[in-house]
């Protein structure tokens, strides 16, 4: 079920594979090398400008959120977002189409990735606060990529964990994040800002690593490197219910599962590796599991299965 009362509302219904029925060709029908098909529409993430973002923020809410367990008090909020479990959402940003993930827990907040500008991230916090009534606690970046780290530093209370070579690549890699944001529409002044604002190598609360618990209290999320894919370090997060609960399994894939594009490729990715990845997210995940894609609705094992064999197929040369 999706909060929106305006803009953009997921039905929250699609949990299924959206192209059941389509025959593989039509689905996956080329690699797009770092994913060229993507959408991009960035007027709509990045129209905030000044300096005081959460007092601007008040007056630009688009959307309604009314939390699972409160009273029926509507939130303003900045993004449609889908609730997957009753303390588990996640929204599809309007920039990249990028997905972020919310898991509260009776004693702190995880984020899954941070979108792409500061003001985005400012807008993402607004939206946390309304919905787990306090801030982000805990923050996962599930790979280096820019639309999906770079609003990073608005978190600067949370513990982030990360792959090391995320730590590597927002310390060394900078020329190359702002090109792929600019190749992708990103306004540059935006992104000069968040890029001015990383710096993770001095940062105490950074925690470079490629397995890990976040105790949340009531409940606990692991974060897992299933191995190379996308990148050579990707890493999901998965989410159990809560203590007591029986809700569904949740886990987010980061990029190594797409459902709006084709999966992305780039010089980083290992195209031999990813189905063998895919498998361990399966047997981690189960038949059952939501699967959440960094980009695109969420799927379900069978369409994680034929992304699998699309690139055995890629890969083979076929
Ligand atoms: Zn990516």
Same mark, same amino acid.
């Given at each position: 079920? $999706?909060?929106?009362?305006?803009?953009?509302?997921?039905?929250g219904d699609? +949990?299924? !594979? $959206?192209?059941?029925?389509?025959?593989?060709?039509?689905?996956?029908?080329?690699?797009?090398v770092v994913?060229? %098909?993507?959408?991009?529409?960035?007027?709509?993430?990045?129209?905030?400008?000044?300096? *005081?973002?959460r007092q601007?923020?008040?007056?630009?809410s688009?959307?309604y959120?009314?939390?699972?367990?409160?009273d029926?008090t &509507?939130l303003?909020? +900045?993004?449609?977002?889908?609730? &997957?479990?009753d303390s588990?959402?996640?929204?599809?940003?309007?920039?990249?189409? @990028?997905?972020?993930?919310?898991v509260?827990?009776?004693?702190?907040?995880?984020?899954v990735?941070?979108g792409?500008t500061?003001?985005?991230?400012?807008?993402? !916090?607004?939206?946390?606060?309304? =919905?787990?009534?306090?801030?982000?606690t805990?923050?996962? &970046?599930?790979?280096?990529h820019?639309?999906?780290v770079?609003?990073?530093?608005?978190?600067?209370?949370? *513990?982030?964990?990360?792959?090391?070579?995320?730590?590597?690549?927002?310390?060394?890699? %900078?020329?190359?994040i702002?090109?792929d944001a600019? +190749?992708?529409?990103?306004?540059?002044?935006?992104?000069?800002?968040?890029?001015?604002?990383l710096?993770?190598?001095?940062r105490?609360?950074?925690?470079?690593?490629y397995?890990? @618990?976040?105790?949340?209290?009531?409940?606990?999320?692991?974060? %897992?490197h299933?191995?190379r894919? +996308?990148?050579?370090? !990707?890493?999901?997060?998965?989410?159990?219910?809560?203590?007591?609960?029986?809700?569904?399994? #949740?886990v987010?894939?980061?990029?190594?599962?797409?459902?709006?594009?084709?999966?992305? =490729?780039?010089?980083?990715?290992?195209?031999?590796?990813?189905?063998?990845? &895919?498998?361990? =997210?399966?047997?981690?995940?189960?038949?059952?599991?939501?699967? #959440?894609?960094?980009?695109?609705?969420? #799927? *379900?094992?069978?369409?994680?299965?034929r992304?699998?064999?699309?690139?055995k197929?890629?890969?083979?040369?076929?």
């Open positions: 079920m $999706a909060f929106g009362l305006a803009g953009e509302v997921d039905d699609d +949990h299924g !594979d $959206a192209t059941a029925g389509l025959p593989e060709t039509e689905r996956f029908s080329s690699a797009h994913a060229a %098909t993507r959408t991009t529409t960035a007027a709509t993430a990045t129209a905030i400008h000044r300096p *005081d973002l601007d923020l008040e007056d630009t688009e959307s959120f009314r939390r699972p367990s409160g029926a &509507l303003p909020v +900045h993004f449609a977002w889908e609730q &997957l479990t588990v959402h996640r929204c599809r940003l309007p920039f990249c189409d @990028v997905t972020i993930g919310v509260q827990g009776r004693t702190g907040t995880l984020l990735d941070t792409t500061l003001a985005e991230a400012a807008a993402i !916090d607004h939206d946390v606060r309304q =919905i787990a009534g306090g801030p982000v805990h923050v996962v &970046l599930s790979h280096k820019f639309d999906h770079l609003g990073s530093s608005l978190f600067a209370e949370a *513990d982030i964990y990360c792959a090391p070579e995320v730590v590597e690549y927002l310390s060394s890699a %900078t020329d190359q702002r090109d600019l +190749h992708y529409g990103a306004d540059a002044a935006e992104i000069d800002r968040a890029i001015a604002a710096r993770p190598p001095q105490a609360t950074y925690h470079a690593c397995q890990a @618990v976040v105790d949340l209290g009531n409940r606990a999320a692991t974060i %897992t299933p191995g894919g +996308h990148t050579t370090s !990707d890493l999901i997060v998965v989410v159990p219910g809560p203590d007591d609960d029986d809700s569904p399994l #949740v987010f894939t980061g990029d190594l599962v797409e459902e709006s594009a084709d999966p992305a =490729i780039d010089a980083d990715s290992d195209i031999a590796a990813w189905p063998a990845t &895919l498998d361990r =997210i399966l047997a981690i995940g189960g038949p059952d599991a939501l699967y #959440v894609p960094g980009h695109g609705k969420v #799927v *379900d094992a069978g369409f994680i299965r992304q699998r064999d699309w690139l197929s890629f890969g083979s040369g076929r």
